[in-house]
């Protein structure tokens, strides 16, 4: 009997300020090399899909930002024992706030372009950071984004009331 697949859960965010056209990814060291991702991490036990994005921009960023669109949802296979769901937001922001990481893995944060973005594609954290950001870009030009509804979540509200 083969084993059953359980991919990792992560979400992600895509921070876009719009006036300069930059986006913030945040820089790590990972074995002791360099790479860059946007805000993300691992969904924990009892927080929704939209809380995880929450509380992952604010630890890598410092900055509390509320999630208002879905970009997609990405399947990724790091190694025949290592996989991923991700599930990409965004938010679009007039200005590049200040950001002051609260995770000390994250070394620090950068607001930078695509063009600049492109050109660390061998330092990016995996595929998905490219691929998601051309996706955003793509659905933005076309005016189709994923409403946040889309990820119903009451059930974990009502699960979560009924242990209280």
């Not at 991923?84 to 679009?92: I, L, M, Y």
């Not at 922001?93 to 600049?116: E, G, N, R, T, V």
Request: glycine content about 4%.
């Amino acid at each position: 009997m083969s084993q059953r697949y359980k991919p990792n859960v992560t979400v992600a965010c895509i921070i876009h300020a719009t006036s300069q056209d930059k986006y913030l990814m945040v820089e790590e060291w990972i074995d002791g090399e360099q790479r860059f991702n946007q805000p993300a991490g691992h969904l924990e036990a009892n927080e929704s899909l939209i809380q995880a994005c929450e509380r992952e921009v604010f630890e890598e960023t410092g900055l509390s930002l509320n999630p208002q669109g879905l970009v997609g949802i990405y399947q990724f296979s790091a190694s025949e024992y290592l996989a991923f769901v991700r599930f990409t937001f965004f938010v679009q922001l007039d200005d590049m706030p200040s950001p002051a990481p609260q995770d000390k893995a994250i070394h620090s944060a950068h607001w930078l372009s695509f063009a600049q973005i492109e050109a660390k594609s061998s330092l990016l954290r995996s595929p998905l950071v490219l691929d998601c950001l051309k996706d955003y870009l793509n659905n933005a030009q076309q005016g189709q984004t994923y409403a946040l509804s889309l990820l119903n979540s009451d059930r974990l509200a009502i699960a979560q009331a009924s242990k209280a």
